[in-house]
């Protein structure tokens, strides 16, 4: 089960977290960033599914740097206070965040970055601008505006076919850009198909797409 951790960044600012620890195989570690609704409580239940697969996970607040304890709701008001939030924020912030989450992981063993929504756009500047060995990134929604940086790691994407955030056109702008980058494309799936949450939740995408993800740190890291 997840619990509440503090962590502590470089310039002293404190946040929370959730974390859950690793059970069975002890693969590795993985940083969950949350989407523009914030460290909801299905981020809680990633960490539980990232360490039933052997990596231990924190899912960090990054909007504790405004306000502790900041959810939006799904609704459009809530879309644009997460949207305003994220835009509040700036990159040496956010990377400042994500990087400390990473050290209080690294345990000898791979760090996986992961992320939804605009929490994979900065699993992309992350990957691309910190040190981490693999990226598993669900519909990061301005990766198209960062195609002038790349993971620096070996990195999977995941989009619907119907994805408002992201085009076709869009998706294959990234893979055109980014050769190596494994991108897996959910038919009938919309953004935020992860998330039982959500009016978009497909239940398959999730399934198929979770499956693509551990088989893929599989291969690339051990």
């Given at each position: 089960?997840?619990?509440e ?7 002293g600012?404190?946040?929370d977290a959730w974390q859950?620890?690793?059970?069975g195989?002890?693969?590795?570690s993985v940083?969950?960033l ?6 909801i ?7 539980d ?7 231990t996970a ?5 909007f ?5 304890n900041?959810?939006n709701?799904y609704?459009?008001d809530?879309?644009?206070?997460g949207?305003?939030h994220?835009t509040?924020?700036?990159e040496?912030q956010i990377l400042?965040d994500?990087?400390?989450?990473s050290?209080?992981?690294k345990?000898n063993q791979?760090v996986?970055i992961s992320?939804?929504c605009t929490?994979?756009?900065w ?10 060995d ?6 990061g929604?301005?990766?198209?505006a ?5 993971p620096?790691?070996?990195s999977?994407i995941?989009y ?7 085009s076709m ?7 055109t850009?980014?050769?190596d980058?494994?991108?897996?494309i959910?038919p009938g799936?919309k953004?935020a ?9 497909h ?11 551990m088989?893929f740190?599989d291969q690339?890291l051990?």
């Amino acid at each position: 089960m997840s619990t509440e951790i503090k962590i502590k960044a470089s310039d002293g600012h404190s946040f929370d977290a959730w974390q859950s620890e690793a059970r069975g195989e002890k693969k590795g570690s993985v940083v969950v960033l949350h989407a523009i609704t914030g460290r909801i409580s299905h981020l809680a239940d990633v960490c539980d599914q990232w360490a039933d697969n052997g990596y231990t996970a924190i899912a960090p607040s990054l909007f504790d740097r405004i306000s502790p304890n900041i959810i939006n709701s799904y609704d459009p008001d809530g879309v644009k206070a997460g949207i305003d939030h994220y835009t509040s924020l700036t990159e040496k912030q956010i990377l400042t965040d994500i990087a400390a989450s990473s050290e209080k992981l690294k345990r000898n063993q791979p760090v996986v970055i992961s992320g939804f929504c605009t929490g994979g756009t900065w699993a992309w500047v992350s990957a691309a601008k910190l040190h981490f060995d693999a990226m598993v990134n669900y519909y990061g929604s301005h990766v198209p505006a960062w195609l002038h940086i790349s993971p620096n790691c070996p990195s999977i994407i995941h989009y619907g076919d119907i994805d408002h955030c992201v085009s076709m056109k869009e998706i294959a702008d990234i893979q055109t850009a980014n050769p190596d980058l494994k991108i897996k494309i959910h038919p009938g799936a919309k953004h935020a198909f992860f998330n039982p949450e959500q009016e978009s939740y497909h239940t398959e995408a999730a399934k198929i797409s979770w499956a693509q993800s551990m088989e893929f740190l599989d291969q690339v890291l051990f």
